[in-house]
């Protein structure tokens, strides 16, 4: 029977496939695909890891000390029956023959399976044997992730696999640094359980340009392994094994879209220019340095926001030193082949910590409410030497192009004068060792309610600002931009959120500093007149976004426009009535 789970929309388009349902702890479990002829060593790397495991209890239960509790040995056996059960090992090895998986892939997917039969036993002892089942895959894992196997390369698995049926991560949650695993991966769309529609997750999801819906509260539990489902990416709902009608009609629309993708993507050389005249810079949000080449053919005059946190997010507390993250710099630079590329110090902290193993990660656990707390420019001056380190990273690759500084969250004159001091200390220091740099300009993220209203006195301090709306809205609606509990609250339209972009906007343009939009609300056309009716010149978003934004361009009159603004920041009530009432003084 067909069913409907909703949740919110965060990436457009229509996703079918297969369900594949992970647990947020396995999302970063490779997944590749393995040609028959691999089978055989997949299934022996599984063997391996068996015996390896079994032996590894088996010392354990040799060891344990004769006054141990007679519930451990029982446990531990329990764990041996698990390991050598058939429904494990063996309906793992038709994963990895029929579906062509990867060991790790193959054993999570039954992993999940059986989970699923565990939770639907009425006995609460056999129920509870789930977290023992878990506990053993963990450790399968654990020494696969050891046994020197490398995973061929993404594009030879879509190659070689073309013709296997397209797969839908289904998970409870996934970390943004995780979602990252997933570029050019074989997963065809996202649900997640939880998550917000600006946060991080959703973000990168959007920036694979596959259709995703986040805070499906119901998904794990009423899409099973394996069952069809459908994405439909723009209303926020999964259909559960659709009937051969609603499947049709969704590969109509799918072909549409495709179709009207095309037809933008002729959009990518035409300049950005309004009906009245006025040139709009459309840049790019990248979160690594191989994004660059996709703001290139998006047609992107720029990069407005490279989010470097993703530098040091997947390495268990490894941080980059100053040469690597000059490398991708300076990567990132020569990748846009002297256009501008602006780079955000880290905004570490909120819903993207750092692994456990770093100083900061204990501190955050710690933080009653980490999107409060120590975050993004309050992280970086809390470790100075590691700011002054991502500076003159920073400084050294702006001698290969044009490099602007941004930093994310800065709320008090005190912080922007301490920032200035940092890169004051990081010159020194470069010019101490004999090391080149370039010249840079400063910008400062405004994405604090204080910063928009303090508009005046940063901008004497920066030479650009850029509105982050996504932490603006969540900052002045105290909604947390991650908690689907409160997500129908976090509201764009909201006219304080308009105030205060139209402040800052108006301020800076009258002082003649640069200002961008580098925000969500950058990337929605339903926002794009009044953005540029406000002032507005400079618009950064993700690349997959570019071309729909610059139609909207294309038929705007920045004069006409104009006279709508007071109308929508006079609206009462937000969204529909804002909309219309901007709408209404739209030429087209
Ligand atoms: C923002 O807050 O709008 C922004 C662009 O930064 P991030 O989404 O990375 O917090
Ligand atoms: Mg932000």
Same mark, same amino acid.
């Given at each position: 029977?067909?069913?409907?789970?909703?949740?919110?929309? @965060?990436?457009?388009?229509?996703? $079918?496939?297969?369900?594949?349902?992970?647990?947020?702890? %396995?999302?970063?479990?490779?997944? *590749?695909?393995?040609?028959?002829?691999?089978?055989?060593?997949?299934?022996?790397?599984?063997?391996?890891?068996?015996?390896?495991?079994? !032996?590894?209890?088996? =010392?354990?239960?040799?060891?344990?000390?004769?006054? !141990?509790?007679?519930?451990?040995?029982?446990?531990?056996?329990?764990?041996?029956? +698990?390991?050598?059960?058939?429904?494990?090992?063996?309906?793992?090895?038709?994963?990895?023959?029929?579906?062509?998986?990867?060991?790790?892939?193959?054993?999570?997917?039954?992993?999940?399976?059986?989970?699923?039969?565990?939770?639907?036993?009425?006995?609460?002892?056999?129920?509870?044997?789930? !977290?023992? +089942?878990?506990?053993?895959?963990?450790?399968?894992?654990?020494?696969?992730?050891?046994?020197?196997?490398?995973?061929?390369?993404?594009?030879?698995? =879509?190659?070689?696999?073309?013709?296997?049926?397209?797969?839908?991560?289904?998970?409870?949650?996934? =970390?943004?640094?995780?979602?990252?695993?997933?570029?050019?991966?074989?997963?065809?769309?996202?649900?997640?359980?939880?998550?917000?529609?600006?946060?991080?997750?959703?973000?990168?999801?959007?920036?694979?340009?596959?259709?995703?819906?986040?805070?499906?509260?119901?998904?794990?539990?009423? $899409?099973?392994?394996?069952?069809?489902?459908?994405?439909?990416?723009?209303?926020?709902?999964?259909?559960?094994?659709?009937?051969?009608?609603? #499947?049709?009609?969704?590969?109509?629309?799918?072909?549409?879209?495709?179709?009207?993708?095309?037809?933008?993507? %002729?959009?990518?050389?035409?300049?950005?220019?309004?009906?009245?005249?006025?040139?709009?810079? +459309? #840049?790019?949000?990248?979160?690594?340095?191989?994004?660059?080449?996709?703001?290139?053919?998006?047609?992107?005059?720029?990069?407005?926001?490279?989010?470097?946190?993703?530098?040091?997010?997947?390495?268990?507390?490894?941080?980059?030193?100053?040469?690597?993250?000059?490398?991708?710099?300076?990567?990132?630079?020569?990748?846009?082949?002297?256009?501008?590329?602006?780079?955000?110090?880290?905004?570490?902290?909120?819903?993207?910590?750092?692994?456990?193993?770093?100083?900061?990660?204990?501190?955050?656990?710690?933080?009653?409410?980490?999107?409060?707390?120590?975050?993004?420019?309050?992280?970086?001056?809390?470790?100075?030497?590691?700011? %002054?380190?991502?500076?003159?990273?920073?400084?050294?690759?702006?001698?290969?192009?044009?490099?602007?500084?941004?930093?994310?969250?800065?709320?008090?004159?005190?912080?922007?004068?301490?920032?200035?001091?940092?890169?004051?200390?990081?010159?020194?220091?470069?010019?101490?060792?004999?090391?080149? *740099?370039?010249?840079?300009?400063?910008?400062?993220?405004?994405?604090?309610?204080?910063?928009?209203?303090?508009?005046?006195?940063?901008?004497?301090?920066?030479?650009?600002?850029?509105?982050?709306?996504?932490?603006?809205?969540? *900052? /002045?609606? !105290?909604?947390?931009?991650?908690?689907?509990?409160?997500?129908?609250?976090?509201?764009?339209?909201?006219?304080?959120?308009?105030?205060?972009?139209?402040? /800052?906007?108006?301020?800076?343009?009258?002082?003649?500093?640069?200002? &961008?939009? &580098?925000?969500?609300?950058?990337?929605?056309? =339903?926002?794009?007149?009044?953005?540029?009716?406000?002032?507005?010149?400079?618009?950064?978003?993700?690349?997959?976004?570019?071309?729909?934004?610059?139609?909207? @361009?294309?038929?705007?009159?920045?004069?006409?426009?104009?006279?709508?603004?007071?109308?929508?920041?006079?609206?009462?009530?937000?969204?529909?009535?804002?909309?219309?009432?901007?709408?209404?003084?739209?030429?087209?």
């Amino acid at each position: 029977m067909s069913i409907q789970v909703f949740g919110m929309p @965060v990436s457009r388009g229509v996703a $079918i496939g297969r369900a594949m349902l992970v647990a947020s702890s %396995r999302v970063d479990v490779a997944h *590749y695909y393995v040609p028959a002829e691999r089978a055989e060593h997949e299934i022996q790397r599984l063997r391996q890891a068996r015996d390896a495991v079994a !032996a590894e209890i088996g =010392a354990l239960q040799r060891d344990l000390p004769a006054e !141990a509790p007679a519930e451990i040995s029982a446990l531990l056996d329990v764990h041996l029956m +698990l390991l050598h059960d058939d429904a494990l090992i063996l309906a793992t090895k038709h994963w990895i023959v029929e579906r062509h998986y990867n060991a790790e892939w193959a054993l999570s997917a039954q992993l999940e399976v059986l989970a699923r039969q565990f939770d639907e036993m009425e006995d609460d002892y056999l129920r509870e044997r789930k !977290a023992d +089942l878990e506990q053993v895959v963990e450790r399968l894992l654990r020494h696969m992730a050891h046994d020197g196997d490398v995973a061929p390369s993404l594009s030879a698995q =879509a190659r070689d696999f073309a013709g296997e049926d397209p797969l839908v991560l289904v998970a409870n949650d996934v =970390a943004p640094a995780d979602m990252l695993h997933f570029k050019g991966s074989v997963f065809t769309g996202f649900v997640t359980e939880v998550g917000g529609r600006t946060s991080h997750t959703a973000i990168v999801a959007r920036s694979l340009d596959i259709p995703a819906v986040v805070g499906a509260r119901e998904a794990s539990r009423l $899409i099973r392994q394996d069952d069809w489902v459908v994405i439909d990416g723009d209303a926020g709902v999964v259909i559960v094994n659709p009937s051969a009608i609603v #499947l049709e009609e969704y590969r109509f629309r799918q072909r549409q879209s495709e179709l009207e993708r095309a037809r933008l993507n %002729r959009l990518r050389h035409t300049p950005a220019v309004t009906l009245d005249g006025e040139a709009i810079e +459309l #840049l790019a949000n990248i979160e690594l340095p191989d994004d660059a080449p996709t703001a290139v053919t998006s047609g992107a005059v720029g990069v407005g926001l490279f989010r470097s946190e993703f530098l040091f997010m997947n390495r268990a507390g490894d941080l980059p030193d100053e040469d690597e993250q000059f490398e991708a710099y300076r990567a990132a630079v020569l990748a846009m082949g002297g256009l501008p590329v602006t780079i955000r110090t880290v905004d570490i902290g909120a819903d993207k910590p750092l692994e456990r193993m770093s100083v900061s990660e204990l501190r955050h656990e710690h933080q009653l409410n980490p999107a409060l707390g120590l975050r993004a420019i309050r992280w970086s001056l809390a470790e100075p030497s590691m700011f %002054r380190q991502q500076l003159r990273a920073l400084l050294r690759a702006s001698a290969f192009g044009k490099l602007r500084i941004l930093f994310p969250m800065v709320a008090h004159v005190s912080e922007i004068r301490a920032t200035l001091e940092a890169l004051a200390r990081a010159r020194t220091q470069l010019d101490e060792a004999g090391r080149a *740099y370039g010249p840079v300009e400063l910008g400062a993220m405004i994405e604090v309610p204080a910063a928009a209203l303090m508009i005046d006195q940063f901008l004497t301090h920066f030479d650009f600002v850029s509105i982050g709306t996504n932490d603006l809205i969540q *900052y /002045t609606l !105290a909604i947390d931009r991650a908690d689907e509990a409160v997500s129908h609250l976090y509201d764009p339209w909201h006219p304080a959120v308009l105030h205060l972009i139209e402040h /800052t906007i108006r301020r800076a343009n009258a002082a003649g500093k640069s200002v &961008c939009v &580098c925000g969500e609300m950058a990337g929605d056309p =339903a926002f794009t007149d009044l953005l540029l009716a406000m002032g507005l010149r400079s618009f950064s978003m993700h690349p997959s976004r570019v071309a729909s934004v610059k139609q909207r @361009v294309l038929r705007a009159d920045t004069r006409r426009l104009a006279a709508g603004v007071a109308r929508v920041l006079g609206a009462e009530s937000p969204s529909a009535e804002a909309a219309l009432a901007f709408a209404g003084s739209v030429p087209n």
